[in-house]
């Protein structure tokens, strides 16, 4: 009879299965029970901070999803890394956790101006130093405060999408900038409304959706951060069909910055956990950020489907058909849909093909 153990973080090895979902501080699940724990799956849950996970009992040694001979062949005839992430090292982690905190809970104009920069060439060193042209968003977490890590979320996230666009490397501190500064206008937003521990009225939304306005005015006179930032601050709530606000711009009307930070913000924002909601799946926030082409720019939304990675190359996925499958190659601009092997069969899936049409990633 199969029962579960938790174990220290120390003690976990490739091979084991997970009986509990692991999730990090935000409620966020980062490996579903049933999962064969690998090499990555370890070192990621490390970088996240995890210290004790729950794996099925008695199967330390032995895992029900071993490849099979034929499907360890197709795995090394296929298997393609994942590209370069950003990663930050836990010194990094603490200084802009720090930084952020400061921004937001003392938005003094020299002082923010300060430590956006700083903050802002932390994570651009964190993209060059390994050429990082992709990011896997559960490793980030610097901080379980929402506007905190949100903020830090939406600038990295904008940041490797202005990279996969070939923008300037000024261009790509710009936006960054703008990633960890767009919300704190929520510093002049009513306390009791910032954080209800419900859904908002719709007065109370209306007074929410001043925030963005109010982040502007607080950097409108501060000559040490760009116009283009303040710009893309302003309008990171703006759809192209005139949807958005505070102005109901639309496309040409909106800037180049901000159409790449509202991608940004929504995906972070649908995959957080807040007091009144549970947070989507990744897979969720891909579908419904599919969903929104008429508002969201077409560019932006091609850069993050090639940029995100959600399914790593060597983790184990469930497909509908019922077989367990190891995930080998990703398929850019197809998030959902990447190379598999099925473990035991060896039968090689490439789920954006139309004879896999039927196949989905559980």
């Known amino acids: 009879m199969t029962s579960n153990l938790e174990i220290s973080i120390d003690k976990l090895k490739p091979g084991m299965v997970i009986g509990k979902s692991i999730e990090d501080r935000l409620g966020r699940i980062l490996i579903e029970p049933g999962t064969v724990v690998t090499p990555y799956a370890i070192d990621e849950l490390r970088k996240g901070g995890v210290q004790y996970v729950t794996i099925k009992s008695g199967q330390a040694n032995k895992s029900p999803n071993k490849l099979s001979t034929a499907a360890e062949y197709m795995v090394k005839e296929l298997r393609k890394s994942d590209p370069p992430t950003v990663v930050l090292e836990a010194s990094v982690r603490k200084r802009i956790s720090e930084g952020i905190e400061l921004i937001y809970q003392n938005p003094d104009p020299h002082k923010t101006a300060a430590a956006a920069t700083s903050i802002t060439s932390d994570l651009l060193d964190a993209i060059e130093k390994n050429n990082a042209v992709a990011l896997n968003i559960n490793a980030l977490k610097c901080s379980d405060e929402y506007t905190f890590k949100h903020s830090v979320d939406v600038a990295s996230i904008s940041m490797v999408l202005a990279k996969e666009q070939g923008k300037s490397k000024t261009e790509i501190f710009q936006i960054g900038m703008a990633g960890l500064l767009h919300d704190i206008g929520k510093t002049m937003v009513p306390p009791e409304i910032l954080n209800k521990p419900a ?17 502007y005015q607080l950097v409108a006179d501060n000559d040490e951060i760009p116009m283009d930032v303040k710009i893309a601050m302003l309008q990171h709530h703006e759809k192209i069909d005139g949807s958005g606000y505070p102005y109901g711009a639309t496309a040409d009307h909106i800037h180049q910055y901000a159409k790449l930070l509202t991608v940004a913000d929504i995906f972070d924002a649908l995959v957080t956990e807040r007091p009144y909601k549970k947070g989507k799946s990744p897979r969720e926030a891909v579908e419904m950020l599919m969903a929104m082409t008429n508002e969201l720019d077409m ?33 850019p601009q197809f998030l959902l849909r990447p190379v598999v092997v099925g473990v035991e069969s060896g039968n090689v899936y490439d789920l954006k093909s139309l004879k896999c049409a039927g196949i989905v990633i559980l």
């Open 299 to 331: 560019d932006a939304l091609n850069s993050f489907m090639q940029m995100m990675i959600l399914y790593p190359v060597d983790s184990n996925v469930q497909l509908s058909n019922g077989e367990t499958a190891r995930v080998v190659q990703r398929n």
């Open 199 to 215: 859904k908002l009225t719709s007065e109370e939304f209306e007074v929410m959706k001043k925030h963005s306005t109010f982040s």
